[in-house]
């Protein structure tokens, strides 16, 4: 049992959600999960395993969804219960339960990795996929030129997509793009960034979802001011909502002075970093 949970929560990490993993560590008298009883729950609610089942169940299980909703960073906290109305001592709480034992859990909130979905895989998309390389962190690659989304220029890459835009966007839905937690539009014409732009945000509209990280994947374009003004202008033309592209960040990396493809790719994994975990960056961008 302990396995499949286990198994079954880093399938929901690799897949972009947030999972709590409620574990069992100690117990004393009768309690109906012994140690090492675990379940996990992902950020759409569905979960694994058990804890013991009934009322001590469906309490850990109120527990664990009320975390997904407060915490978008690691967390973790120890819950006691004692399995009878009566129950006393330090920070224990009662349960409607005739067991008559305690039960103490470790909980805690699983935030999975940033991958980040490199759209062109030019010189800045490869001096960026070096720097998350070093981190640990996922990438993947896509570019309509199959010679900048290939296994030799990207060894590291967990997918490669070497496919037009069209294509790429016919083989992917809102919730197979949640995979990713940055998208970033790197890519060597602009038409083809404005239709990736446009891809995307309808995704994201058809599920009132914003680009934030949380429900859905941030969104940075590499470029300059003239060049976002075209694309919003485009983006609104075809249906796209103001809140929407206020959510996209543009141009992308903290102000550091970065010119070179390795500086920009120190600002813009250094950006992707404070996000992640949510300290105060003052994005440099032009419209903040």
């Known amino acids: 049992m302990t396995a499949a949970v286990m198994a079954w929560a880093l399938m929901q990490l690799s897949a972009g959600q947030r999972v709590v993993l409620a574990s069992v560590v100690q117990t004393s008298g009768s309690v109906p999960g012994k140690i090492g009883a675990r379940l996990a729950m992902s950020a759409d609610s569905q979960w694994q395993g058990t804890v013991g089942g009934a009322g001590l169940e469906m309490k850990v299980l109120s527990r664990c969804k009320e975390l997904l909703e407060e915490h978008t960073k690691p967390y973790g906290e120890v819950l006691r219960y004692g399995l009878n109305k009566g129950a006393k001592g330090y920070e224990v709480t009662p349960l409607d339960s005739l067991c008559g034992g305690q039960v103490t859990l470790a909980v805690e909130v699983l935030i999975p990795m940033p991958h980040v979905l490199l759209m062109g895989g030019g010189h800045c998309g490869q001096a960026i996929a070096h720097s998350l390389d070093v981190l640990g962190w996922n990438h ?7 010679e900048f989304a290939n296994l030799e220029k990207y060894p590291n890459a967990k997918h490669h997509f070497p496919v037009t835009v069209e294509s790429f966007f016919a083989s992917e839905n809102f919730e197979s793009i949640c995979r990713f937690s940055d998208i970033l539009l790197l890519g060597h014409d602009w038409s083809e960034d404005q239709d990736r732009l446009l891809g995307l945000l309808h995704l994201f509209s058809e599920k009132k979802a914003i680009p934030d ?10 470029g300059s001011r003239s060049k976002w003004q075209a694309f919003e202008k485009e983006c609104i033309n ?9 959510n996209v960040i543009c141009p992308i990396g ?9 500086e920009i790719a120190v600002a ?9 975990k949510q300290t105060d960056t003052h994005s440099p961008t032009w419209r903040n």
């Open 254 to 262: 903290l102000n550091i002075g970065a010119e070179s493809p390795e």
């Open 140 to 146: 993947s690659v896509h570019d309509t030129r199959p």
């Open 268 to 276: 813009v994994v250094a950006q992707i970093m404070a996000l992640f």
């Open 238 to 246: 075809n249906g796209i909502e103001q809140h929407l592209l206020d």
């Open 213 to 222: 990280g949380r429900s859905a994947p941030r969104i940075g374009v590499i």
